[in-house]
């Protein structure tokens, strides 16, 4: 059974950059694709991206294009996620989410969440 | 993008009753190599990550509850939980996943009357 363990709470001021962890154990899948996908607080979902299993390729949603980054250290199957530029409205709980079985999946695993906060 | 629109915002219902709850893509989420549609549905409890509870419009994760049941085509599903149980409160979200970026519903939420 595959979990994900996302690194602890952040908090940043706005202009400055955050990096969330997230751990993946348990893993026997293959072929998998990962997301990163924040609420912000009493909201909904908003999906800021995709990484292939060797990292080698990503999709990343056209808001987020300029100043995020996602990266993958397969050694550890650790995934990274590279805000720059924070602002007052990236304030939400980001979570890892892995789909099983390939690039158009449902995200069938999720992390358990990390809260960044942006506030001078 | 594909809007992913919800209906109702919220329901209150008694144990024991049905609930159903919609969702309208605004665009078709059949893949026709397949003949599957992209679409699932997470239940959401209040401090917790989202659970899948269905996907491929109509496909029980495992471990799920026989009593959730998922339904559609084209661009109209639901979701339907037979026998409300007091552990069902939540918010249900749908989500599409035929093309980036994957997008979803505002949320449902399910409250026991």
């Known amino acids: 059974q595959v979990q994900l363990v996302q690194s602890g709470a952040e908090v940043r001021e706005p202009g400055a950059s955050v990096r969330v962890s997230c751990k993946a154990s348990?893993?026997?899948?293959?072929?998998?694709?990962d997301h990163w996908v924040r609420q912000a607080p009493g909201q909904g979902f908003e999906w800021m991206g995709m990484?292939?299993?060797?990292?080698?390729?990503?999709t990343y949603a056209q808001k987020f294009q300029a100043r995020l980054t996602m990266t993958r250290d397969t050694s550890t199957d650790t995934l990274y996620l590279d805000l720059d530029n924070l602002r007052s409205d990236d304030a939400a709980l980001y979570y890892c989410?892995?789909?099983?079985?390939?690039?158009?999946?449902?995200?069938?695993?999720w992390g358990q969440g990390t809260l960044v906060t942006v506030s001078s | 993008d594909i809007v992913m629109t919800q209906s109702p915002d919220s329901l209150a219902l008694s144990l024991g009753e049905r609930a159903t709850i919609n969702c309208k893509s605004s665009?078709?989420?059949?893949?026709?190599?397949?003949?599957?549609?992209?679409l699932g549905w997470f239940q959401q409890k209040p401090g917790q990550p989202p659970k899948l509870l269905i996907y491929?419009?109509?496909t029980r994760q495992s471990g799920v509850p026989d009593r959730f049941s998922g339904s559609g085509s084209g661009t109209d599903f639901n979701i339907s939980i037979r026998s409300l149980q007091p552990e069902d409160v939540a918010v249900y979200y749908c989500?599409?996943?035929?093309?980036?970026?994957?997008?979803f519903g505002q949320g449902t939420k399910l409250e026991i009357k």
């Open positions: 989500h599409q996943y035929y093309t980036t970026p994957h997008t």
């Open positions: 989410a892995r789909a099983s079985g390939g690039e158009y999946r449902a995200l069938d695993y």
């Open positions: 348990g893993n026997s899948l293959t072929t998998y694709y």
């Open positions: 665009q078709s989420l059949l893949h026709n190599s397949n003949n599957k549609h992209y």
């Open positions: 491929w419009a109509s």
């Open positions: 990484i292939n299993p060797g990292g080698s390729s990503t």
